[in-house]
T-cell receptor
Framework: GIQVEQSPPDLILQEGANSTLRCNFS?????LQWFHQNPWGQLINLFY???GTKQNGRLSATTVATERYSLLYISSSQTTDSGVYFC??????????????FGKGMKLTVNP | DGGITQSPKYLFRKEGQNVTLSCEQN?????MYWYRQDPGQGLRLIYY???????QKGDIAEGYSVSREKKESFPLTVTSAQKNPTAFYLC???????????FGNGTRLTVT
């Protein structure tokens, strides 16, 4: 099956720093999503980004599907950005149904 | 407000007992999903449903069962056949199988 690799696995930042999270995937995908899981376990959808670039406040994401990677940028990080960031990709399956495959996540800690 | 409600938040059971986790959504989404998350791991798909009265196995369906009798409800039963049931269970939905995924707040199941 498709492999999703996220890097770095862990990152510690001081508040105000910028960071880039990378997601590599092993096969062609129909779509890609980024999620943030807060320390209480809640998962929030950050971006739905099959290709191109999107921005939402201090966060932006770029997916280059032809080269099988996506990047999530966090600028001017805040303590509330702490948590685990997941990349998930969609792949076609038998019968045309789509299923998301998640990477193992990247734990971000932002210190005040 | 529209959203996905999972209940209960915490659940404790004795080994050998079946247990059912509730998931209700009022977003009018067609697709619903169940994921399992173990500590330090990504999410793994248990079952998903694209329409009422139809569902498909995910990557780790053994020991689990689901039903989709109503569009808004997708309960998951963890049976005694599931060898390692202690985990964090997340329910999700999307407008269709290719749209952004939205998650409930999860149920932490502990089996002793």
């Amino acid at each position: 099956g498709i492999q999703v690799e996220q890097s770095p696995p862990d990152l510690i930042l001081q508040e105000g720093a910028n960071s880039t999270l990378r997601c590599n995937f092993s096969d062609s995908v129909n779509n890609l999503q980024w999620f943030h899981q807060n320390p209480w376990g809640q998962l929030i959808n950050l971006f739905y980004i099959p290709s191109g670039t999107k921005q939402n406040g201090r966060l932006s994401a770029t997916t280059v599907a032809t080269e099988r990677y996506s990047l999530l940028y966090i600028s001017s990080s805040q303590t509330t950005d702490s948590g685990v960031y997941f990349c998930a990709v969609e792949r076609p399956t038998q019968g045309g149904s789509e299923k998301l495959v998640f990477g193992k996540g990247m734990k971000l800690t932002v210190n005040p | 407000d529209g959203g996905i409600t999972q209940s209960p938040k915490y659940l404790f059971r004795k080994e050998g007992q079946n247990v059912t986790l509730s998931c209700e959504q009022n977003l009018n989404h067609d697709a619903m999903y169940w994921y399992r998350q173990d500590p330090g791991q990504g999410l793994r798909l248990i079952y998903y449903s694209q329409i009422v009265n139809d569902f498909q196995k995910g990557d780790i369906a053994e020991g689990y069962s689901v039903s989709r009798e109503k569009k808004e409800s997708f309960p998951l039963t963890v049976t005694s056949a599931q060898k390692n049931p202690t985990a964090f269970y997340l329910c999700a939905s999307s407008i269709d199988g290719q749209a952004p995924l939205h998650f409930g707040n999860g149920t932490r199941l502990t089996v002793t």
